[in-house]
């Protein structure tokens, strides 16, 4: 994809870890204009507020909750008042565990509140933003709607179970993703839409799980984000409807 001279981007679930380090690397590259950050507090993030110090202008920070309708509407509003031509739209946002959620490991500990948390946030929540946000990436112009997946929500890849609900979640996102995929080829063929898998991130939503992993398999926040934006910048027309790594090899759905 050859990305636009004034490259206009959005990072929803920008407040830390990867989202944030992408707001980082965007920023640095020549060829951005400026990077919308949203998340449900922005205000509360120091690390956003020393970017908006650095980087002035070129940096905007808004308020948008993905459990919350409302919030991504205004932000969409916001946003496009001041960018209605948008190139990158990521979503980032996610969970996998907090004070009372947790990865399963047997059938016995699913919850419907658990479940219910993780759809909301892993699968509705990059939905409806898709759903707000649509208008500013149709243009004449390539644009890219990247919804940051995981491997463990391929049903082929499968090989272990457990992790019912963040498994699930992932894996209805990988459908919203496809199937919108699917309707844009028709409706807006600029934008290029798919899942990506940043691999395992040091970051504190995948901190209480590495223990096992390969070092040499752990990417540093800045790391992943270079990866994904190298990822994002070599995609064409064809690739919409995909699911790639960090490394642009497929991953089955």
Not at 11 to 21: D, E, F, H, I, N
Not at 59 to 75: F, Q, Y
Not at 79 to 108: F, T, Y
Not at 247 to 252: L, S
Request: hydrophobic share 45%.
């Amino acid at each position: 994809m050859t990305v636009a001279s004034g490259c206009v981007a959005i990072v929803q679930g920008a407040s830390r870890g990867l989202g944030l380090a992408l707001v980082e690397a965007l920023l640095e590259r020549p060829d951005t204009d400026r990077v919308f950050a949203t998340a449900r507090e922005p205000d509360r993030s120091v690390e956003l507020a020393t970017l908006q110090a650095r980087y002035g202008t070129r940096l905007v920070c808004e308020r948008l909750d993905v459990c919350d309708e409302s919030s991504i509407v205004a932000a969409a509003a916001r946003i496009g008042e001041a960018a209605p031509r948008v190139h990158w739209l990521v979503n980032c946002a996610g969970v996998l565990h907090g004070a009372d959620l947790q990865p399963e490991k047997r059938l016995e500990q699913v919850d419907p509140e658990q479940l219910r948390r993780s759809f909301e946030v892993n699968a509705f929540g990059p939905l409806l933003v898709a759903k707000h946000f649509l208008s500013l990436l149709r243009h004449d112009e390539a644009a890219v709607l990247a919804n940051l997946s995981a491997r463990v929500g391929s049903i082929d890849d499968n090989r272990i179970g457990g992790w019912y609900s963040y498994r699930a979640a992932k894996a209805a996102q990988n459908m919203f993703t496809r199937t919108l995929a699917i309707e844009l080829r028709r409706r807006a063929p600029n934008v290029i839409c798919v899942a990506l898998h940043p691999g395992t991130v040091a970051t504190d939503l995948s901190a209480p799980f590495r223990r096992g992993a390969v070092p040499q398999r752990v990417f540093a926040p800045r790391e992943a984000a270079e990866k994904l934006i190298d990822v994002m910048r070599s995609l064409g027309p064809e690739d919409s409807g995909s699911f790639l790594d960090w490394a642009r090899k497929p991953i089955p759905w």
